[in-house]
DNA sequence: CGGCCTTTTTGCTAAAAGGCAAAGATGAAA
DNA sequence: TTTCATCTTTGCCTTTTAGCAAAAAGGCCG
């Protein structure tokens, strides 16, 4: 089976699975379903009731919270080897947003109750999934600052580059945002319209700092754009 | 010890210590140290190593991250039962931001490197920790959307609704905040400036929603302020 | 290759909010 | 009571960004 050996490896490197015995490993394992999503597909939707929680093994997912009005908020991107959707774990009913793959994704899923019995199995799982959440917690406040304190041109800078970071590839002309992105996701990411956006990126593209396309960004000089992003003026 | 006997009972109530038996209460509260606080003053600072964590037994605190230019943004609120400072808990080895006393309080503190101690006694502590964890995620995607999609006056609002559920009290007037609150400080709750903020709770006060003076804000109608903070339009 | 749907760009205008400066309040301390 | 530091209000002007509308560009499918 070689489904599961390529499986079996890149959940060995889950960062919520860190300091796990390989026995408990197997018995979380002989507990999840694989889940595929074409782009577009959501894993789940804000309000739903949460009965599973996921892992993603390859791809990509936005997680948005959509307003009553029907405005759009990228909260965050699920990369892979992340878990996402452990709304029960914080002991909430259903869940916060809606996650949904940017590009063909591969995850693992577990029965929400489930959670419970791996905790009590591994209580290092807990401590790993607290760090998860901690980090992503600070990640929140460092928007928040963002959106609080800098105007259109720097958030999006700093968007990028967080783009950049997660899911950069290097290619000859610069480094490939590695998943499609238009200019109402970078909007929807930084609290702006989708008209802004390509204002600033438009700026940009003339001073050399990016080229893109149609559902295409390539940053050309992150070094200037990380200046742009962090000058206070 | 009329002293012990207070704080003990605090401690029941602190979410974290949900469940926990006796005998592990005990032993988390010998490792105790009581700090008291006076308005003004931090119990931690942005960047300090995180060798402390906190329980808030009585007062109220702010948590504040300050930009590389000096502006500050008030990240949330701490409230009684509240734990806080747990940085290390989340792997962080230094305080992401600081936490400054608005009104004189008490806190409970404890070694950081108990933390792991803790927890193996008592592994219900962990999932308590990540339950309030995920409640503070919630909150901070909560203040992105808003931040993305409002306007000043809407997010003064809900900002102004949110005290009231953490420290509103009854009065005759309407409810009031009962701490010292200042347009600045609700303008680094809602990333705009004391000058918006005072125009905006002008307005207010002369649609009687609110009745406000020097470091004072009374709701005074949080009907009439929810549905301006909800509407759309 | 051509049509068509989606995405992107751009010009113009309007609204929202910030910045500056100065004048009033308010309350605490002397 | 007077003084003084701190908060608050307000008028005026500027900047930023949103909104609207329309054109341009890309890419996919038949």
Redesign the interface.
Known sequence: MPMKKLDRSLIRDLSIFQSMSEEDLDAVLAMASIRQLPEGKAAFSQGEIATEFFALLHGRLKVV?T???G?Q?V?RHVNPGDIFG?AR????PDF??TAIAVVESLALAWPSNQWEAF??RS?VL??N???T??????D??T???E???EEVERRVAHALLRLVRQAGRKTEEGILIDFPVTRQDLA?M??TTLHTVSRVMTGWESKGLVASGRKKVVVKDAHGLHVLA?K?E
């Open positions: 919270q307003t009553p009005d405005q908020v909260v452990i774990a914080m002991r909430r916060p947003a905790i009590a209580p807990a401590m999934a607290l760090q959440v901690g980090q992503r917690l600070q929140a406040h928007r928040i600052r959106l609080s304190t929807e930084t609290g962090e206070p």
